[in-house]
DNA sequence: AGATCGGCCTGGACGC
DNA sequence: TGCGTCCAGGCCGATC
């Protein structure tokens, strides 16, 4: 479930924790979600970063003068990463995978195995297609209203569809999916919105995803950041998880309905297509 | 070629 | 208490 909020708050934790250090070996599962990790070893985290839900962290062998390779890591629903033996971190039954660095371990858990962990030479995306795909960071200037309404044509899917398509926009999930939809009162089976539906949707991801950065995103189960604390925005969503609670907006009562095989929830009065 | 759907994986909630 | 069933869901690959 970490979202777009929920990776950029690991992110901010990890990055000046792994950064400049160096992989001694890395242990891993047998898991088809994990490739080529044995070209980590004895190279240096030359910086972590963020693209969508994505963390990359490009890789430099000694002597090199650009890194050569890149970790791409996605926490799937479940993932945590967890440095050994601080803020109470003991490694159980649930790591898939650990980083020996030369100043300690970062443990990789994950209890429904999503998560991927994979080393590809630096740039080239080519086998993980939603990464190469990716659309526009929701909160930087290249995310623009009319790139959006753009994006949007492209597709005859539902809108919900195509913001978990992680292409029109990156980062996005269905909490802050439903969350956005909502407050953009769009109905998320829409497959045509208007410019105005479509601007009133990209302000509301922006203001939506700002806002959960803000508290270092929603714990509903599984997420923790790397310290182990959870976000403090799960309290503050209006509608995801809320069938038959009161519309905050109209009271109308809440009404959960599948959208593209997803979970939905959405006002059946302020909503509409 | 694009849309749709099932599978992956596990724990937790629920019903009987 | 215990067992079975369903649900959560990001992404991917098979199929329509």
């Not at 901010?12 to 160096?22: C, G, I």
């Not at 004895?42 to 963390?55: F, T, V």
């Not at 209203?145 to 539902?158: D, I, K, M, N």
């Amino acid at each position: 479930m970490p979202e777009l909020p929920e990776v950029e708050s690991v992110l901010r934790q990890l990055r000046p924790r792994v950064r400049d250090r160096w992989i001694v070996r890395v242990t891993a599962d047998a898991q088809t979600r994990f490739g080529g990790l044995d070209d980590a070893a004895g190279k240096r985290i030359i910086d972590l970063r963020r693209r969508g839900k994505y963390l990359l962290a490009p890789l430099e062998a000694p002597g090199e003068r650009r890194p050569s390779r890149e970790l791409v890591l996605h926490l799937g629903m479940t993932g945590a990463l967890r440095l050994r033996g601080e803020d109470g971190w003991v490694p159980d039954s649930y790591v898939r995978a650990s980083f020996v660095l030369d100043d300690g371990v970062l443990d990789f858990r994950d209890v429904r195995r999503f998560g991927r962990l994979t080393v590809v030479t630096q740039g080239d995306y080519k086998h993980i297609a939603t990464l190469a795909n990716l659309g526009p960071e929701p909160l930087s200037p290249q995310f623009t209203s009319e790139g959006f309404h753009r994006a949007l044509q492209r597709s005859r899917q539902s809108v919900k569809s195509q913001l978990l398509s992680q292409r029109p926009v990156a980062g996005v999930g269905n909490i802050y999916a439903d969350e956005a939809l909502w407050q953009a009162r769009v109905d998320p089976r829409a497959r045509r919105l208007s410019r105005q539906r479509s601007d009133r949707l990209w302000a509301a991801l922006r203001e939506v995803l700002a806002e959960a950065v803000e508290r270092e995103g929603t714990t509903f189960r599984d997420y923790q950041m790397v310290n182990g604390e959870s976000g403090r925005h799960a309290s503050f969503l209006q509608v995801y998880g809320k069938a038959g609670v009161p519309c905050p907006r109209c009271a109308t009562p809440l009404r959960r309905v599948v959208v593209g095989g997803r979970g939905s929830t959405l006002c059946p009065r302020c909503q509409r297509w």
